[in-house]
């Protein structure tokens, strides 16, 4: 059983920093891309960034320049640096693991990022 925890999440003022953490615990492939989605009220869940075991990246157009992903391959770990926190940046951020080579998809339990003065 693949689980995913996570932490780092809560409240910070418009122009702060937070930095998510996601650690994947079990019996999976290392060939896998690990990255953060969040869902903001009465929205859908949208990609934030991804991470590839190679270290190859994907952002989301409104977050590159202000959030840096990056893993710790021997610690199965995925961490999300967040910098310049707009109020639109508040949601339920959640980690992913993708295992595209067999169809599997892994999601955390969710962290609240709050944005707001």
């Known amino acids: 059983q693949v689980q995913l925890v996570e932490s780092g999440g809560g409240l910070v003022q418009p122009g702060g920093s937070l930095r998510l953490s996601c650690t994947a615990s079990?019996?999976?492939?290392?060939?896998?891309?690990m990255g953060w989605y969040r869902q903001a009220p009465g929205k859908q869940r949208e990609l934030v960034a991804t991470?590839?075991?190679?270290?190859?990246?994907n952002y989301a157009d409104s977050v590159k320049g202000r959030f840096t992903i990056s893993r710790d391959n021997a610690k199965n770990t995925v961490y999300l640096q967040m910098n310049s926190l707009k109020p639109e940046a508040t949601a339920v951020y959640y980690c992913?693991?993708?295992?595209?080579?067999?169809?599997?998809?892994?999601w955390g339990q969710g962290t609240q990022v709050t944005v707001s003065s």
């Open positions: 991470v590839a075991r190679n270290g190859n990246t």
């Open positions: 079990g019996r999976f492939s290392s060939i896998n891309v």
């Open positions: 992913n693991l993708e295992i595209r080579a067999v169809g599997a998809d892994y």
